[in-house]
């Protein structure tokens, strides 16, 4: 991940906006300016400022936008409680419903000091739903987010303060200067002229207060992408007479330089007079989702299905929420997108197809073209679920109306990286599963990207010239709908179940990897749902997948370590053993420690995160790391024998031959900032009983069958004319049973080539393939139902653990934003927003245990620039989520400026 912040001087950043018809002298009469000169506290700004901007408005007679001074109300959107974040000021738009949102109403102005405010200063109702532009105004002391350095035409007699804060930056700016030297002669080779280099180290404070000051102003940004339809927004940063200018997208920021803000002339005038002429979608606004009124007969039948008794009742919840009141309703539209040249699968025509008999017959050049591809369109509203970020894929899900169909689905909406030859939308990957007859997965609809192929598409990447190779991917703004929505995997009824929707899983992943030769690369909890209508499992998210010759080059990408088609294997048994941990008593004393450890370890070496060595050091002991209680020998059992069978598969693991294919070398001792390292010992090799013998050159059949039950259970759930009804409780279990007395193997992947035949890490007996790992977790259908899930234990103990003070991240360098790291959880069908990381912050700074549900993403996920894909370790969950949210979204964006 590298810088996201760019720095534009003023005339460039004004430049890259609309052209504009320019202000007559009569109208550049009407601009006023501001004084500053008896200001005392921050509040003393808004008018000041408001009525500054409002004066270009009414000259300009802007019909779109308003600005609106907002300390006191909210909006009654779904952000009414205290804990939330709101600005005090903002530009507004003008169209009806958002004046209706923002407009005081009788019963808010029964003070008559309201009643007067109103009148002269612009006082309107906060609403994240109708906010164009957010402003953020500092004064005097009071940390900012960005440097600001005063200039000769300060404004006159400044206060005690003020001259205060004159002194603290002058020194900074003599130290700047300084320091920055350096880097002015590195960034040189920039191929924008346009971008402020000299100073780039500088504009971003780093300072504890700077932190906060940034993680407030980003969390400002952060809550007008995830409550409007957004390709970019722009924003307006004040300190006392001095403004900046920003813009966001999803793959960074430009910053324009400082300037005076306050004569009629200023940079700012020349800003709004372009931002009063602009539309909707100039303003960064998506024109392909439309506000619905309320009265529509389509938005009354979307509402009124969270009442109906042909949806499932555990989905009507989810409609009810997606339905709030306040929450605006949206027809959105998604064209159905065939492969685009560059994004195609390399072995395409899968599978090839068949033969000709007859040289005669027509061919497939003789059929008539297919039709075009027929627009599709929904109805959303609140999101079900969002990965509450500012930067990367952003995704967000909505339970949503298919206006075609009549019908609730599932819409998906995210920024997918675009890198020719190695990425593709993610319904191609659902449409060819589909093709091979993979069951387990959701039924795809259709998919494409917002208005066209790459129509909408991220623009702070082309300028982002001082990451030179590690430039950002571009992304482009993608939809794709399916029918099924599902519940969280968290709300299996009883473990029993839940091994079935593994084992579900399991097999959904086999067929994909037989039938269709896709590999998912992201196996986590939040990847496998549950079908409320026959609780079968479903595996989601395959927007990561690779097919098998994507696969054979070899790793790409230091992070990626592992055999691809059996690392994932590894994560089934890891989500399990998470799910046992939270909703089950263990014998483990300390249990922050013991998860904390396992799922949240990690170290970073040349910048690249690497998880930690608990997880193999439990593999190294063939029990498992921990003992359930209450005698619930059945459960107990299941852990034992997945612990055995990987532990004897890694038994043909070559660490040191795997660390030095895989591994990440140590910096230099000239590359270590904290002087030579110490001289070179002799290796040591992890003692953990692990063999260190060369691996066998051709993977062999399956010889685990010792190990496995007596009876195989086909744990395909589809069928429903095969499914068998539990004897104990009468529930549906969709499973079958197989009469064979041993796990037919299923096809391993071919290991004739030279890849596999001296890759270190390839695996022998119980992760060698599916049926092993299915034939397991398939025999609790033998055991008898209980009621074994227990409350969470994470909470329910978390009075065990010691007082944690959550440490404030480092301050140097931090210059980026909020990204899909950390609380960047992939969409996931009916998954909500409670199971998110950032659904278990709270505003108060007290420490939070929570480990997030899926393994977050960063963008180093994605393709990069240079051609190398991610290899995500799918069960390495990332940094602890114990800070408090807004230093923690700090955290997430440390050394991203340019």
Not at 1 to 8: A, H, T, V
Not at 57 to 70: D, G, H, Q, S
Not at 685 to 713: F, G, Q, W
Not at 782 to 788: A, F, H, I, P, Q
Request: proline share 9%.
């Amino acid at each position: 991940m590298g810088p996201r912040f760019c720095q534009f001087t003023v005339d460039a950043f004004l430049a890259r906006l609309p052209p504009p018809k320019p202000p007559t002298a009569e109208q550049r009469e009407i601009f006023k300016g501001a004084d500053l000169s008896k200001v005392k506290l921050e509040k003393d700004i808004y008018p000041l400022l408001t009525e500054s901007i409002d004066s270009v408005f009414k000259a300009a007679t802007a019909k779109n936008v308003r600005v609106l001074e907002t300390p006191s109300h909210r909006a009654h959107d779904g952000h009414g409680t205290r804990t939330d974040t709101l600005n005090d000021a903002g530009i507004y738009l003008k169209n009806e419903a958002a004046v209706t949102a923002t407009t005081l109403d009788a019963k808010r102005r029964v003070a008559s000091k309201i009643d007067k405010l109103a009148e002269r200063h612009h006082i309107g109702v906060r609403s994240w739903h109708w906010l164009a532009i957010p402003i953020e105004v500092k004064h005097g002391t009071t940390p900012t987010a960005f440097e600001f350095r005063e200039s000769p035409d300060a404004s006159p007699e400044p206060d005690p303060a003020t001259q205060k804060t004159q002194k603290r930056q002058k020194k900074q700016k003599q130290s700047a200067q300084a320091s920055s030297a350096a880097d002015a002669s590195e960034q040189s080779t920039a191929s924008d002229p346009s971008s402020s280099q000299g100073a780039a180290k500088t504009f971003i404070r780093s300072s504890a207060g700077g932190e906060a000051a940034l993680a407030q102003f980003i969390e400002y940004m952060l809550n007008v992408f995830d409550n409007q339809h957004r390709v970019f927004s722009y924003a307006l940063y004040v300190w006392d007479h001095l403004a900046r200018l920003c813009y966001f997208d999803r793959d960074g920021a430009v910053v324009s330089e400082e300037f005076k803000w306050t004569t009629p002339d200023s940079p700012l005038h020349d800003f709004l007079w372009r931002v009063a002429t602009m539309s909707e979608a100039e303003l960064g606004y998506d024109e392909t989702a439309k506000r619905v009124k309320d009265d529509d007969d389509k938005v009354k039948r979307f509402k009124a299905m969270h009442n109906d008794p042909a949806v499932h009742e555990a989905i009507r919840p989810f409609v009810e929420q997606a339905v709030s009141d306040g929450y605006p309703i949206y027809k959105v539209t998604i064209i159905p997108m065939a492969a685009p040249p560059d994004e195609g699968f390399p072995d395409d025509p899968f599978p090839p197809p068949a033969p000709t008999p007859n040289p005669s017959s027509p061919t497939l050049a003789d059929a008539a073209p297919p039709p075009e591809p027929k627009e599709r369109s929904f109805l959303i509203g609140k999101p079900h679920f969002s990965s509450h970020s500012l930067i990367g894929r952003c995704t967000r899900g909505y339970i949503a109306y298919d206006i075609d169909g009549d019908r609730l689905c599932f819409l998906k909406d995210y920024w997918r990286p675009y890198v020719p030859n190695r990425t593709r939308p993610e319904h191609l990957v659902y449409e060819r599963m589909a093709r091979c007859g993979v069951s387990g997965i959701p039924t795809l609809i259709c998919g494409g990207d917002v208005g066209g192929t790459h129509a909408q598409e991220t623009k702070v990447h082309r300028v982002l010239h001082h990451l030179q190779n590690a430039r950002p991917v571009p992304r482009s703004h993608y939809r794709m709908a399916t029918v099924e929505i599902g519940l969280p995997l968290e709300s299996f009824e009883n473990f029993r179940e839940l091994a079935l929707v593994f084992a579900d899983a399991v097999y959904t992943h086999s067929q994909a990897w037989e039938k269709a030769k896709v590999m998912h690369r992201d196996i986590s909890l939040g990847n496998m749902l549950i079908n409320p209508d026959n609780r079968a499992g479903l595996l989601i998210d395959w927007d990561l997948a690779r097919v098998e010759c994507e696969l054979g080059s070899g790793p790409t990408e230091p992070e990626r370590t592992g055999t691809w088609p059996f690392r994932s294997a590894l994560g089934f048994v890891h989500a399990f053993d998470f799910l046992v941990l939270k909703y089950h008593p263990t014998d483990r004393a300390v249990l922050r420690t013991f998860v904390t450890s396992t799922y949240e370890e990690y170290s970073t070496v040349r910048g690249i995160r690497r998880g930690g060595d608990t997880k193999l050091a439990q593999i190294g002991n063939p029990s498992p790391p921990f003992t359930v209680l209450h005698g619930n020998t059945a459960l107990q059992n299941i852990l034992t024998q997945l612990h055995k069978g990987c532990h004897d598969s890694y038994k043909s693991v070559n660490l040191v031959q795997m660390q030095s294919l895989y591994g990440i070398s140590q910096p230099k001792a000239d590359e270590n900032e904290s002087g030579p390292s110490p001289p070179p010992k002799a290796k040591t090799v992890i003692s953990m009983n692990i063999s260190r013998a060369p691996p066998p050159r051709v993977l062999p059949p399956p010889d685990y069958e010792a190990t496995l039950p007596t009876a195989s259970v086909s744990i395909g759930r589809v069928d429903a004319s095969k499914q068998s009804q539990s004897s104990s409780q009468g529930k549906t279990i969709s499973t079958t049973t197989s009469t064979t007395t041993s796990a037919t193997p299923i096809a391993t992947t071919p290991a004739t080539t030279s890849s596999t035949a001296s890759d270190p890490c390839w695996l022998k007996g119980f992760l060698s393939h599916h049926a092993h790992l299915s034939a397991v977790l398939a025999t609790y259908y033998e055991e008898e139902e209980l009621d074994d899930k227990y409350p969470d234990q994470f909470k329910l103990r978390k009075g065990e653990d010691a007082i944690v003070v959550a440490e404030r991240p480092r301050t140097h360098g931090i210059s980026s934003m909020s990204m899909s790291t950390g609380s960047d959880l992939v969409p996931n069908l009916g998954h909500t927003s409670v199971g998110t990381s950032m659904g278990f912050y709270h505003s108060s700074d007290i420490p939070r245990f929570h480990v997030p549900i899926k393994r977050p993403r960063s963008d180093d996920d994605d393709e990069d620039a240079r051609g190398g894909d991610a290899g995500p370790q799918a069960v390495d969950p990332g940094p602890s989520a114990v800070q408090p949210a807004r230093q923690t979204i700090v955290s997430r964006m440390k050394k991203r400026q340019c």
